[in-house]
């Protein structure tokens, strides 16, 4: 026998009303509880969304998506953009020091000490396009790094970037300098209450070699390059090290002669000498394919950085030549072409880390690629220029002085590098 709901409904809401609304009320109670139920667990899922930030990604750059509705809405679960690309935008917050706080800024990169009248240079924050990339925290980058040692191994831009790393730290404290070498150029500091260290290494090759210049960079003969030997500066510190981030370039463009199995193999510009001319990217290339290869044998379980040679900024010359670099504000991308000498550079530094990034791979080596040339291309307005040196038009305002247009003020774009370097250290899981 079945049950006639309509009939049975119809009398129970003509002779008891009020029993009728109280079904009503509880069917409706009813309906609500399920419709929240369900909101509940869709929200508990959307919250365990950040957890996929665990799970390793061949592509980092690319986004996972996952289909909540089951109507086509495809919401990002996971995102890791490419940091690298962006934009220089403009920004109301000051320096995170200056250069009356930080006592480690070098004169040559103390720019605001030194004169520079504009400071328009220190308002710009660099912004990758699809997510927001946080400065880095001082008291958390300290705390990460207790009881680690990190080495910056390369040339004076190294030198410079330590500088900026050591006075964003020193706001929660002080760096104390602990060792230097007879020319003040590899140092290192040591953060007590973490017992953390920082080093810069100077070596400009990363091989050995017998260098006859001064601290301005005037030679008095060529270079004397021995490409099959690593430089022990750094081989003999590199197992004790946690972090580091290599770096060269610039220096391989500079009159060389070459060395291989203890004999000379050729050189570089040297019409003087009877030698074959076998050009700076060919001992480049050779540099860099021993240093990964030293890298790659190592087994080191640290995170490794190679970080891309950077541009300079001169225009009408070079440093030896007149050359100046006078903009204020950053510019548009593409509108300061790299030099070509420099492009040779970067094309050799990216096929040999390529090689060298798959085979670290596979033995399970962290190697990361910094890659600042974009962010620092645009930024002409960032260097020393004329005030590397105190004052240089208070006598006379037509005074003719050599431009820095290679190095970075402090505080400057550099600073950026810093918060880079972070993100990539969190990212890697790696402290």
Partial sequence: MRLNWKSLWWSIHKHKPLLAKLIVLILLFGLAFRFLSNKQSEIF????????EKVNTTKPESLV?????????QIPKHEICDIFTGDWVPSLVSPRYTNESCNIIESHQNCIKNGRPDTAYLYWRWNPRDCMLPQLDPVKFLKLMRNKKWALIGDSISRNHVQSLLCILSKVEPAVEVYHDADYRSKRWHFQSHNFTISVIWSPFLVEAAI???YNGVSTSEIKLHLDKLDKTWT????GLDYMIFSTGKWFIKTAIYHENNAVLGCHYCPKRNLPELGYDFAYRKVLHNVFKFILESNHKGMIF?????????ENGEWFSGGSCRRTAPVKEGEFKLNPLIKIIRDIELEEFEKAAAQASEKGLNLKLLDLMQLSLVRPDGHPGPYRHFYPFAKNKNAKVIYDCLHWCLPGPIDTWNDLIMELVMRSGQN
């Fill in 45 to 52: 899922d959307v919250a365990e969304i950040p957890h996929i």
């Fill in 212 to 214: 006859f210049e001064d």
């Fill in 236 to 239: 003999d510190q590199y197992e």
């Fill in 65 to 73: 998506s996952v289909d909540l509705l089951g109507h086509g809405d």
């Fill in 306 to 314: 190679y970080r891309t040679t950077t541009p300079d900024h001169f």
